[in-house]
């Protein structure tokens, strides 16, 4: 299902070994089949050297992680949005916590992405940034503390308050901004709590990508999304 839907599961392959090349293709595929099964929509954030493999491969969304608010000209080492769409990206996530951005290069990358017809998932680190982010009318704001960022310890059973107060925020700000949650989910339940806060879905990645079994996670999570529709 290449359409994006609601609710999302969003799954960051980072950098970890498990989600690199061929291993990330297999991840991606295995999100494939799930969405074909469930009708959730599964979106996968690889490695910008695996967009190309990945997008080519499987008919699901495939987001970059980063891209840099330039315009084509003379930059190294940095990636335009039109690169990664070119290879077959349908997104961008923007300002994780592990590569953040200042206010005005956000702006600015959410722009670029606009203009190169990118969706823009842009992450936020507490309820006041979220609303800041929302300011600028990305397609998504995720809303993801760091100190829960790869603990296993899921933001939406951990601090459903924080949770609430960041989708409040949001919503009062720009209600056309879609509301996602991330940090340590890891199960079907901690999805289904995400989407009982009124988040529409979630962004996530070590409980899936260094999972013995990512394909039977990611079932059980779709699985439980569709139930609490
Ligand atoms: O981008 C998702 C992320 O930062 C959450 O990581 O490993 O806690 O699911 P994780």
Redesign the pocket.
């Known amino acids: 299902m290449m359409k994006i839907t609601l609710p999302v599961i969003a799954v960051?392959f980072?950098t970890y070994l498990e989600s690199v090349g061929e291993k990330g293709l297999e991840i991606a595929k295995a999100a494939e089949e799930v969405s074909n099964d469930t009708g959730i929509c599964i979106i996968v954030a690889p490695q910008q050297s695996d967009i190309g493999l990945i997008a080519s491969k499987v008919d699901i969304p495939v987001f970059a992680q980063h891209i840099d608010p330039f315009t084509p000209g003379s930059h190294t080492g940095y990636i335009l949005p039109e690169a990664v769409a070119e290879a077959g990206a349908k997104g961008t996530?923007i300002n994780?916590?592990?590569h953040r951005l200042i206010l005005a290069d956000i702006d600015e990358a959410i722009r670029r992405a606009k203009e190169a017809n990118l969706k823009t998932i842009v992450?936020s680190n507490n309820p006041e940034v979220s609303a800041s982010i929302c300011a600028l009318s990305p397609d998504f704001c995720a809303y993801?503390p760091p100190a829960?960022?790869?603990?296993g310890i899921s933001v939406s059973t951990a601090e459903p308050e924080v949770v609430t107060k960041a989708v409040e925020l949001m919503q009062k700000v720009n209600p056309a901004v879609v509301p996602l949650c991330?940090?340590?989910?890891s199960t079907g339940e901690d999805v289904a709590a995400a989407i009982r806060l009124k988040t529409r879905g979630v962004?996530?990645?070590?409980?899936v990508v260094k999972a013995k079994d990512p394909k039977a996670v990611l079932q059980e999570m779709a699985e439980s999304a569709q139930k609490t529709l």
């Open positions: 960051n980072k996530l994780h916590s592990e992450c993801e829960l960022i790869g603990t991330g940090a340590g989910i962004l996530l990645a070590s409980g």
